[in-house]
């Protein structure tokens, strides 16, 4: 039998990066929460945290985590079947970061109204999201894989499409003697990070028919800053059309291949558990991608 009150100190000294903030949100000493965790890795045979600044869970620490919230999930269920007291559990989420700039902030609008239960974002590129899900860290993604994971199901949602787009000022500074792949690619571009690669190459092979190329490319990990780079005139970037709606209204982003448009499919996986909050949280999911997505 595991134990759980070790398991819950694991799971706050890791939310929050040391024993001493775990300890005071748990109104324990910080001596306590460090036995408790002790008896634990006594317990499972092997360490559960790395403990560095900021404290993690190691590949059996996580593990175990995994299981503690899909616990804390049914028992709230049976709480809510058995009349007896009720605490609210977490649901820990995976989402790519253009869902989360564009329509996910609508998702939990619709869930709060709800439900009480706090909703802890992973944030993951969509290509990253269900391995997440795979190993347990999560119990509930946004993937463009639409394969469900074992003991889970999935949902199409409909498709992310994004566009190439730049200034009026980059269009005249860099391209002026015209607008073609070739052209673009030889002009300063954008690159959120190492997994933004894929999309980028997956868009210039078919939708510009050329090579991949990403030479002329700066990184620039953050969404909101994404837009504002294209808008300043310093590059051309590949952004999700739902986006950037209001900059190219207002003639701050021209589409630099109108008709020409990358279509990223997009599913909502989840694990098969009997839980009311999980239910609501994709019931908002399904609602919301309705009218954002395409379909």
């Known amino acids: 039998m595991l134990d759980y009150s070790g398991l819950h100190c694991l799971s706050e000294v890791v939310r929050y990066g040391s024993f001493e903030r775990g300890a005071q949100a748990l109104n324990l000493t910080q001596s306590a929460v460090s036995q408790k965790i002790k008896r634990l890795e006594h317990k499972v045979h092997g360490p559960v945290l790395v403990r560095a600044k900021p404290l993690k869970a190691t590949d059996l620490g996580a593990q175990l985590l ?3 919230q899909k616990v804390c999930v049914l028992e709230e269920q049976l709480a809510g079947h058995t009349g007896l007291a009720e605490e609210v559990s977490a649901l820990s989420v995976a989402v790519n970061n253009d869902v989360l700039a564009t329509w996910f902030s609508e998702v939990m609008a619709q869930f709060t109204a709800e439900k009480s239960n706090p909703v802890h974002i992973y944030n993951a590129d969509q290509s990253q999201t269900r391995s997440l899900l795979q190993q347990g860290k999560v119990m509930a993604c946004i993937s463009q894989t639409g394969l469900a994971v074992a003991g889970g199901q999935s949902v199409r949602l409909g498709t992310m499409d994004y566009q190439l787009y730049a200034s009026p000022a980059f269009i005249e500074q860099h391209l002026s003697q015209g607008i073609n792949p070739e052209t673009v690619n030889r002009s300063p571009g954008l690159i959120y990070d190492e997994y933004d690669v894929a999309l980028l190459s997956d868009y210039q092979q078919q939708c510009m028919n050329v090579a991949p190329s990403i030479n002329n490319c700066h990184w620039y990990p953050s969404s909101h800053g994404f837009v504002q780079m294209a808008v300043s005139g310093a ?7 739902l986006q950037v709606k209001a900059q190219t209204a207002a003639g ?10 990358l279509s990223v499919p997009l599913f909502w996986h989840w694990f098969d558990l009997e839980s009311a ?15 954002q997505l395409s379909r």
């Open 66 to 68: 995994a299981h503690y």
């Open 235 to 241: 590059v051309w970037a590949l952004l999700p059309a």
């Open 252 to 261: 701050q982003l021209v589409n630099l291949f109108p008709g020409k448009q």
């Open 277 to 291: 909050a999980l239910t609501a949280l994709t019931q908002a999911v399904k609602q919301v991608s309705k009218y």
